[in-house]
T-cell receptor, first 114, second 115 residues
Framework: GAVVSQHPSWVICKSGTSVKIECRSL??????MFWYRQFPKQSLMLMAT?????????EQGVEKDKFLINHASLTLSTLTVTSAHPEDSSFYIC??????????FGAGTRLSVL | AQKITQTQPGMFVQEKEAVTLDCTYD???????LFWYKQPSSGEMIFLIY??????QNATEGRYSLNFQKARKSANLVISASQLGDSAMYFC????????????FGQGTRLTINP
């Protein structure tokens, strides 16, 4: 079964609204989680590293005020796309690193902004 | 800086044949991990196999094996006896075992298995 749960799997929203995506590690405690973005037919692009109990580390070019990340517990990280616009439409995937194993991914969230 | 290169945008093979997906990497980290993931059309990233840079033997997981050649900086994925369900995108990825430990992906290879 899945070790990382991501919710929702698909969301359609109106331009200007905010959308929250949840990522939970089910079988282990994850002090670090990662958020990726994937455009059609392209590879995954790391957006930010989510650190439990501290601020997220954003990759160059990613707006921290647009993509708010909260990692309040060892099993939950959330990504909030604030004031979403059509150009934010994409596939967002979270990932959690098992300290003693590989990095597992959620099923992804397809965001469509109208 | 790390870099992963997958030179095959697409691969087409007949069912039951073996297939090798290429992956080369570049890194200055002394120790690192190499991963292969499968992404079917649903979008989920499915972990397939892992190889540590310090591992002496090539990793194997069922029909998957990783042909690790450290001197050549290559980590090719071999799928034996391919099945129709193997059709998907395949990504090679690397992560240093110390420091930031960010996972870096290659461009991916789309594998199509023909009946």
């Amino acid at each position: 079964g899945a070790v990382v749960s991501q919710h929702p799997s698909w969301v359609i929203c109106k331009s200007g609204t905010s959308v929250k995506i949840e990522c939970r590690s089910l079988d282990f405690q994850a002090t670090t989680m990662f958020w990726y973005r994937q455009f059609p037919k392209q590879s995954l692009m790391l957006m930010a590293t989510s650190n439990e109990g501290s601020k997220a580390t954003y990759e160059q070019g990613v707006e921290k005020d647009k993509f708010l990340i909260n990692h309040a517990s060892l099993t939950l990280s959330t990504l909030t796309v604030t004031s979403a616009h059509p150009e934010d439409s994409s596939f967002y995937i979270c990932s959690a690193r098992d300290p003693w194993g590989p990095q597992y991914f959620g099923a992804g969230t397809r965001l469509s902004v109208l | 800086a790390q870099k992963i290169t997958q030179t095959q945008p697409g691969m087409f093979v007949q069912e039951k044949e073996a297939v090798t997906l290429d992956c080369t990497y570049d890194t200055s980290d002394p120790s690192y991990g190499l991963f292969w993931y499968k992404q079917p059309s649903s979008g989920e990233m499915i972990f397939l196999i892992y190889q540590g840079s310090y591992d002496q033997q090539n990793a194997t997981e069922g029909r998957y094996s990783l042909n690790f050649q450290k001197a050549r900086k290559s980590a090719n994925l071999v799928i034996s006896a391919s099945q129709l369900g193997d059709s998907a995108m395949y990504f090679c990825a690397m992560r240093p075992l110390q420091g930031a430990q960010k996972l870096v992906f290659g461009q991916g290879t789309r594998l199509t298995i023909n009946p």
